[in-house]
T-cell receptor, first 115, second 115 residues
Framework: AQSVTQPDIHITVSEGASLELRCNYS??????LFWYVQSPGQGLQLLLK??????LVQGIKGFEAEFKRSQSSFNLRKPSVHWSDAAEYFC?????????????FGQGTILTVHP | NAGVMQNPRHLVRRRGQEARLRCSPM?????VYWYRQLPEEGLKFMVY????????ESGMPKERFSAEFPKEGPSILRIQQVVRGDSAAYFC?????????????FGPGTRLLVL
């Protein structure tokens, strides 16, 4: 069964600083990997996804993520954080085969941005 | 193109009552997924449906919970005889196909409070 670990429950950065949110996954085959963002009281918005090809994926709002098979990681990065990036971020893994359709989410990382 | 619609956005029920949560997928999407987010936790998969079929219900509690996606109308998640532990945010997502890595688009959620 697949699983996702987001080691950091809460991260605080200053506006303009760089950001890296960690995500480690466990899955037997090549995974489908996603990063979603959730603002308070809202649904989830897709930032980016990986399922094949280039291991560096570009997303919306200036985010990118790199798939590293050897480390079972899919860390999310942004070179310069804006105050509007404050939200909760979820990494998720999707499977194929009989488990298709089921996304497994990490616990989430809450991002606070200081002015 | 309207996004995934969920209603009601907030629902208050007393213990023992029934809760009905509705989800209208994006236009052209025939795959619906339900997830539950307990306080301070990530999203947990509940059920995956296509029109008139339940494809994967491995995340559904064995009792009191049921889901349907009829030929016409929205998908319904039904919780009978609610208990306080059912208080959570329930999110619906939809996708256009079952291609591997297909993006799931999330609705704004229904926040259920059981008194």
């Amino acid at each position: 069964a697949q699983s996702v670990t987001q080691p950091d429950i809460h991260i605080t950065v200053s506006e303009g600083a760089s950001l890296e949110l960690r995500c480690n996954y466990s899955y037997g085959a090549t995974p489908y990997l996603f990063w979603y963002v959730q603002s308070p009281g809202q649904g989830l918005q897709l930032l980016l996804k990986y399922f094949s090809g280039d291991t560096l994926v570009q997303g919306i709002k200036g985010f990118e993520a790199e798939f590293k098979r050897s480390q079972s990681s899919f860390n999310l990065r942004k070179p310069s954080v804006h105050w509007s990036d404050a939200a909760e971020y979820f990494c998720a893994v999707g499977a194929g085969g009989t488990s298709y359709g089921k996304l497994t989410f990490g616990q989430g990382t809450i991002l606070t941005v200081h002015p | 193109n309207a996004g995934v619609m969920q209603n009601p956005r907030h629902l208050v029920r007393r213990r023992g009552q029934e809760a009905r949560l509705r989800c209208s997928p994006m236009k052209g999407h025939s795959h619906v997924y339900w997830y539950r987010q307990l306080p301070e936790e990530g999203l947990k998969f509940m059920v995956y449906l296509q029109k008139e079929n339940i494809i994967d219900e491995s995340g559904m509690p064995k009792e009191r919970f049921s889901a349907e996606f009829p030929k016409e109308g929205p998908s319904i998640l039904r919780i009978q005889q609610v208990v306080r532990g059912d208080s959570a945010a329930y999110f619906c997502a939809s996708s256009p196909s079952k291609q591997g890595g297909e993006t799931q688009y999330f609705g704004p959620g229904t926040r259920l409070l059981v008194l």
